[in-house]
Structures are given as structure tokens and as C-alpha cells.
């Protein structure tokens, strides 16, 4: 406000020098003809236009710069800005900050107005609980992209583990294919053998695919797991992130950027007023 309230001094003092420079060095006779006085009122009018357009201008770029720098830091932090232009227009709040600027540069009421705001823009830095949930957010990324990796490795493993069953049932299907094509070609001494080495066979198959059922489940059970602890960090994650935006929103620095920027209107507001002053009337 410092800042806004030396630049708009040094513009009015440029209008008032223009004003003094014209009582100086024209308004010396004690009468002007219409030609006369339009040439004086052009003249000024051309200067004072410029001098508040210029204003007007730095006061814009200005502002453009600041809310570059607060929306950079906001991206850094990941939050989501809103503001409310129709804020700009609030009479009351209008009213706050010109009190809040005559409190500040007036010795008399500056102490308690003070103590009553607390405008204060303190500039984001990590630190604080900004810094906390920023690292939060950081480690339940880290998670969730391990939690990720975890999962697709479960998955590589169910499917390899699937393939193996489909393999050792194809085995089993061609085993027994084989044995009813020679059964008519084997001496009956020898069928009592190959009946035995096929039980214990299938006995061994059998074996085999319930240690897989059991795997495959495991691999089951331990890829909902994942999934369920993925859904948890993501919930996690968008909580920190909520609760990081919520947290900005309180700070000084998001109220009193939005008084800053109400300050500007009525101080644009102020000028046109002035400048009307001097306009001629149709």
C-alpha cells in the first residue's frame, strides 16, 4: 500500500504542477477570448489525460505482476485460486481499506485500526504447515506410484500363474489321450503298472494345481489389497490437497490481496471523479 499510495502521489503532484504551470504562465492578462481559453483547456486536458492514462496503465501491469507471482506460488503448492470480482464493487469493504490506508499514514488512529485488521501480507515461503503438507503430498505420490508398480507385478504374476494351470491341464488332457490310444496295445501284466504311474500321476497333478489354486489366490487377495490401499493414498492425497487450499484461503495473504485489489478501483474510481471536474459540460 506504501508502494500504490508514493506512486499515486507522485501523479498527482505531475496534475497539480500542470494546473500550477498554467496559472503561471497563461493566466496572467485579465481577459481571454473563447479561442483563447478552449487552447488553455485542450492543452491541460491533453496533459491530465495523459498523466492518468499512464497511471492507469502502471497500476494494471502491476497488478498483473503481482497475481503472476502469487498464482506461481500457488502452482508450486498445487492450489486451486478463486476469486470473486464482484468483491470489487463491495462498498463496505471499499470503505474498509480507505480507512484501514488513512490508519496507516495518520499518527492519531493508526494504532488501533491496526490492531483491528492486521493487514499484513506475509509472503508464502516453505515453511509452516504449508511446508508439512506440501512433503505429505509428496510422500503419498511416492506411494501411490509404488503402490502402482506393486500391483501390476501382482498381476503379471496371477497371469503367469493362470498360464501354468492352463499348461499342466493340457498335460494331463494329452497324458490321458495317449494312454486310451496304446491301452489296447498293451500286455495285461503291464496295465496294472500304467494304471498305478497314472493315479500317480494325476495324483502328483492334483497336488500341483491346488498349490497353484492356493497361490493363485493369494495373488488374488493380495491384489485387491493393492487396490484398496491405492484408493486409500488417492483419498489421502486429495484430502492434503483440499485441506493445503483450504489452509491458503485463510492466510492474510489471500484477504489482503483481494483488499489490494479493491484499493485499486476506488483509487481509478477517485480519478475519474476528479477528472470529470474538469471536462466541459455538452
Not at 500321476?201 to 485387491?224: H, I, P, R, V
Amino acid at each position: 500500500m506504501r508502494f500504490a499510495r508514493s506512486k499515486r502521489g507522485l501523479r498527482l503532484k505531475t496534475v497539480d504542477s500542470c494546473f500550477q504551470d498554467l496559472k503561471e504562465s497563461r493566466l496572467v492578462e485579465e481577459t481571454f477570448t473563447v479561442d483563447e481559453v478552449s487552447e488553455v483547456l485542450n492543452g491541460l486536458q491533453a496533459v491530465v489525460h495523459s498523466e492518468v492514462e499512464s497511471e492507469l496503465i502502471n497500476t494494471a501491469y502491476t497488478n498483473v505482476l503481482l497475481l503472476r507471482q502469487l498464482f506461481s506460488q500457488a502452482e508450486k503448492w498445487y492450489l486451486k485460486l478463486q476469486t470473486d470480482i464482484s468483491e470489487l464493487e463491495n462498498r463496505e469493504l471499499l470503505e474498509q481499506v480507505a480507512e484501514f490506508e488513512k490508519a496507516e499514514f495518520t499518527s492519531s488512529s493508526k494504532k488501533s485500526i491496526i490492531d483491528s485488521m492486521k493487514p499484513k501480507l506475509a509472503p508464502l515461503h516453505e515453511g509452516g504447515a504449508a511446508e508439512l503438507l506440501n512433503k505429505e503430498i509428496i510422500r503419498l505420490q511416492e506411494e501411490n506410484e509404488k503402490l502402482k508398480s506393486r500391483l501390476k507385478t501382482i498381476e503379471s504374476q496371477a497371469t503367469d500363474a493362470l498360464d501354468e494351470k492352463s499348461k499342466l491341464e493340457r498335460a494331463l488332457q494329452d497324458l490321458q489321450l495317449e494312454h486310451g490310444n496304446q491301452k489296447d496295445f498293451i500286455k495285461a501284466q503291464d496295465l496294472s503298472d500304467l494304471e498305478n504311474t497314472v493315479a500317480a500321476l494325476k495324483s502328483e497333478f492334483q497336488k500341483t494345481l491346488n498349490d497353484q489354486t492356493e497361490n493363485q489366490k493369494s495373488l488374488e487377495e493380495n491384489l485387491a489389497t493393492a487396490k484398496h490401499d491405492l484408493l486409500r493414498v488417492q483419498e489421502q492425497l486429495s484430502m492434503a490437497e483440499k485441506e493445503l487450499e483450504k489452509k491458503f484461503q485463510q492466510t492474510a495473504a489471500f484477504r489482503n490481496m483481494k483488499e489490494i485489489l479493491t484499493k485499486k478501483n476506488d483509487q481509478i474510481k477517485d480519478l475519474r471523479k476528479r477528472l470529470a471536474k474538469y471536462e466541459p459540460e455538452d
